[in-house]
């Protein structure tokens, strides 16, 4: 026993002690061979990012080669001081809440009134992603003939109303005629994301609503959107990052008239840049367009998240 006792000192004092500094990151096989390309991403993204930083500072010059001078932050003060630029974005936020307000509300019902149908939905679903499929430059053109003062079926049914006016040639009308033909082409995008969502509330859930006698728009309130909430705000964020920087079907149809009635954001940037050649200038609009972006996908980035935490 003395001898065990004698020999556990030295038994503790020559056991080996493990490190507990922290181990370095390794880098796995995957990682090296995602380095090129992400660098490469990462130079496309970067690099042009900084340039247009730079260029919303300064005046491009574009003959005898491409030359940057330092103006500061006269581009930036013009920005906010310019009181068509203000107009402009006045516009996109009432284009922004009506393409995407009518193509939420359009969208969910419906993706509900499909979720009750059962035979022939899928031939229904095809006919409804239709437009979806069309590039938004030939939508624009259909709905231009469509408008059309002389030869247009929908301006022929509006006269048969009472309306004798040029749809495209009025303020008003030519407003509403580009937002209805965004919302033609995606709210078919809307209902198939909720038609996905709806897919997966249980079905025990709503029998179980049914057998208690709940009505319809308390199901919907209390059982339906509640489940499908974060699919909505999926969907929300998809279409509020496209509706931002809308381009092809105002441009093809009215060229941003008339007196300038359609004239938003992304509008107004493409002409600063390559009709009147202002660089810097559509570079300050484009990092300002893009600021706005960002917040937007932050905001419905949190209510995902804050969603995620409560449930």
């Excluded at 096989?29 to 340039?51: C, D, N, Q, V, Y």
């Excluded at 938004?136 to 004798?164: K, M, N």
């Excluded at 749809?167 to 209805?180: H, K, N, W, Y």
Aim: hydrophobic share 55%.
């Amino acid at each position: 026993m003395a001898h065990v006792a004698d020999s556990s000192p030295a038994l503790s004092r020559s056991a080996p002690t493990r490190s507990t500094a922290p181990k370095e990151p390794r880098v796995g096989f995957e990682g090296r061979m995602m380095t090129p390309g992400l660098i490469l991403l990462a130079a496309l993204s970067i690099l042009p990012f900084l340039a247009l930083i730079a260029m919303s500072f300064s005046r491009v010059r574009l003959l005898g080669g491409v030359r940057l001078e330092l103006v500061a932050l006269t581009n930036w003060i013009r920005f906010l001081t310019d009181a068509d630029m203000w107009m402009s974005w006045l516009r996109t936020i009432i284009y922004f809440v009506l393409t995407v307000g009518l193509e939420m509300a359009l969208g969910v019902g419906i993706a509900l009134c499909l979720y009750r149908v059962l035979r022939g939905r899928n031939v229904l679903l095809s006919l409804l992603l239709l437009p979806m499929f069309a590039a938004p430059v030939i939508v624009g053109l259909l709905g231009r003939y469509l408008t059309d003062s002389t030869f247009g079926l929908y301006a022929w049914v509006l006269r048969s109303l009472g309306y004798t006016g040029d749809i495209l040639g009025s303020p008003a009308t030519a407003f509403a005629a580009v937002v209805l033909m965004d919302v033609w082409e995606w709210t078919p995008l809307i209902a198939l994301i909720t038609l996905a969502g709806l897919s997966s509330v249980p079905q025990s859930v709503r029998e179980a609503a049914a057998v208690d006698g709940a009505p319809a728009w308390m199901t919907l309130r209390y059982i339906i959107f509640p489940a499908i909430a974060n699919v909505l705000l999926v969907a929300l964020l998809i279409r509020s990052m496209d509706a931002i920087r809308y381009f092809d079907i105002i441009w093809v149809t009215t060229n941003g008239g008339p007196a300038d009635a359609t004239k938003i954001v992304p509008i107004r940037l493409y002409e600063t840049a390559f009709r009147f050649f202002d660089l810097g200038y559509a570079a300050a609009i484009g990092l300002a367009m893009l600021a706005f972006s960002i917040f937007i996908a932050r905001t419905f980035v949190r209510l995902l998240d804050t969603r995620g935490l409560t449930r």
